[in-house]
């Protein structure tokens, strides 16, 4: 079993997907890594890349080409000037040179250096390859898997044992919901104690502090900016951006300078259901919106649901708890962690894998299980929590038109967050102990669930709404 801190599961990141842009961006890096490693990388006269399966059928409205060119341009994800995008890309694209990692110019041409291959890799959906042709006409190629939520692999795991190790220096080695309930009970510790407890086998207190803060800053960001941002999304579909609106209706004459004051100014609003409603509503969909154009999000547990778990913890700040700490944000943040993390050992976190309930299901149950703690939930109630929202995700679909990340993943965002709040207030109300559906069995369903699942539905874009809506329909 993998060692999995919640700054895998919590990663920062440019959209509009964590499979399919940040996990071949970050690809791109490696194999860069890999080229130096090896002592060829100044040999580099030519480049391709083939994209296999989900990350062909989907990949341009995903981005997935545009990511993989600025990880070989040694852009990095988390610090790119994300304003510079499209003008890195446009200088490709007209100069058919590409600065291979800011070092070496060579000739590429996108639209046959590229290749978009119809046909699935072994191992998984999301495959990639990438071949370099030598001054000396030798060929060198490297294949990595994007198995969802950033996570980049290869068929052979060389690092799996390095994990394998850090695993077993945890002091509390987790593989599934029970035992980390066992834990609990025996240390008489919460969850998101047992967590920290982990991660400080890891790094110190001030990383973990310092590591955290930035996630939550690039969440409440991704917020901020969503919801202050009218206009059309790209990609064709003129999908209109909805948190602008909603958010001017619903912030009224409140003043406010930045992120800090735009919370105490949300405080100063109604909190009528309804409100409560339109504001989660709100956080969800401008997250999402922001992901959709390329902007940078937090994966929770990958971009296309990254509005969830944000949405949930923002909820708990302007309107369960107005004197919530950056202690409330940690312990949110190492439950939603652990609970993803659950659901990425015991089944999968990535669509072309399991639909979207592999996604928006787990972000579900991240924030229901993070919520549930911050409102006085016991390590039972977090994990009753967690299934609930997951069990009312089941089966759920991939099907998002066009490519893109957009219809219907926005509004799902939206869903999955409002379900994790009513998961959470169930939970509160129940004797956990009794629980007839433990979350372990609800992980495995769902794991049998994507096994079962028809491929088209897997993020291909060749089933559901993908085949019934099309760009033309818009």
């Given at each position: ?195 920290l407890q982990n991660e400080r086998s890891l790094r110190t207190d001030d990383q973990i502090d310092s590591g955290l803060q930035k996630i939550w800053d690039v969440m409440l960001e991704s917020m901020y900016i969503g919801s202050h941002t009218e206009g059309i999304l790209p990609g064709g579909l003129q999908v209109k951006r909805r948190s602008f609106e909603i958010h001017q209706r619903l912030i009224g004459d409140q003043k406010y300078q930045c992120p800090e004051t735009w919370i105490t100014a949300i405080r100063n609003t109604e909190v009528k259901f309804r409100q409560i409603l339109k504001w989660v509503t709100c956080f969800a969909l401008s997250v999402n919106e922001v992901n959709a154009s390329l902007g940078r999000v937090v994966t929770a547990p ?173």
């Amino acid at each position: 079993m993998e060692c999995i801190s919640v700054f895998d599961m919590l990663k920062i990141g440019v959209g509009p997907s964590s499979s399919h842009t940040l996990g071949p961006w970050r690809a791109a890096q490696r194999w860069v890594a890999e080229l130096k490693a090896k002592a060829i990388f100044d040999q580099v006269e030519k480049i391709h890349i083939d994209l296999y399966g989900s990350l062909s059928l989907t990949g341009k409205g995903h981005a997935t080409d545009i990511a993989t060119l600025l990880g070989l341009s040694g852009y990095d994800p988390v610090t790119m000037d994300i304003s510079k995008i499209d003008t890195e890309i446009a200088s490709i694209e007209n100069n058919n040179l590409l600065y291979l990692n800011q070092e070496i110019k060579i000739p590429f041409h996108k639209e046959t250096n590229i290749k978009f291959n119809r046909k699935f890799l072994d191992f998984h959906p999301n495959g990639m390859i990438f071949r370099a042709t030598l001054k000396n006409g030798k060929n060198r190629s490297s294949s990595f898997f994007s198995i969802g939520g950033g996570f980049v692999v290869k068929k052979a795991r060389k690092n799996a044992k390095k994990k394998q190790d850090k695993f077993d220096e945890f002091p509390f080695p987790v593989e599934n919901a029970n035992q980390l309930l066992a834990y609990c009970k025996k240390e008489n510790l919460s969850i998101s104690n047992l967590v920290l407890q982990n991660e400080r086998s890891l790094r110190t207190d001030d990383q973990i502090d310092s590591g955290l803060q930035k996630i939550w800053d690039v969440m409440l960001e991704s917020m901020y900016i969503g919801s202050h941002t009218e206009g059309i999304l790209p990609g064709g579909l003129q999908v209109k951006r909805r948190s602008f609106e909603i958010h001017q209706r619903l912030i009224g004459d409140q003043k406010y300078q930045c992120p800090e004051t735009w919370i105490t100014a949300i405080r100063n609003t109604e909190v009528k259901f309804r409100q409560i409603l339109k504001w989660v509503t709100c956080f969800a969909l401008s997250v999402n919106e922001v992901n959709a154009s390329l902007g940078r999000v937090v994966t929770a547990p990958t971009n296309g649901s990254a509005g969830t778990v944000p949405a949930v913890l923002m909820y708990y700040i302007v309107i369960e708890n107005h004197k919530a700490t950056f202690d409330d944000i940690k312990r949110f943040m190492l439950v939603a962690g652990e609970i993803g993390s659950l659901f990425k050992k015991g089944a999968t976190i990535s669509a072309a894998m399991g639909g979207c309930q592999a996604e928006i299901g787990v972000s579900s149950a991240m924030a229901a299980g993070g919520l549930t703690e911050l409102l006085g939930g016991t390590p039972e109630q977090v994990l009753m929590a967690s299934e609930i929202a997951m069990e009312h995700h089941l089966g759920l679909t991939c099907d998002p038109i066009a490519g893109l990340v957009q219809v219907p993943c926005i509004e799902r965002n939206a869903m999955g967050a409002i379900k994790a709040i009513n998961a959470a207030e169930i939970a509160l109300e129940s004797d956990a102990t009794k629980a007839k559906v433990p979350l372990d069995k609800v992980i495995a369903t769902m794991w049998d669930t994507a096994k079962d699942m028809n491929s088209k539905y897997k993020e291909t874009s060749k089933g559901g709404l993908a085949v019934k809506v099309s760009l033309s329909d818009c």
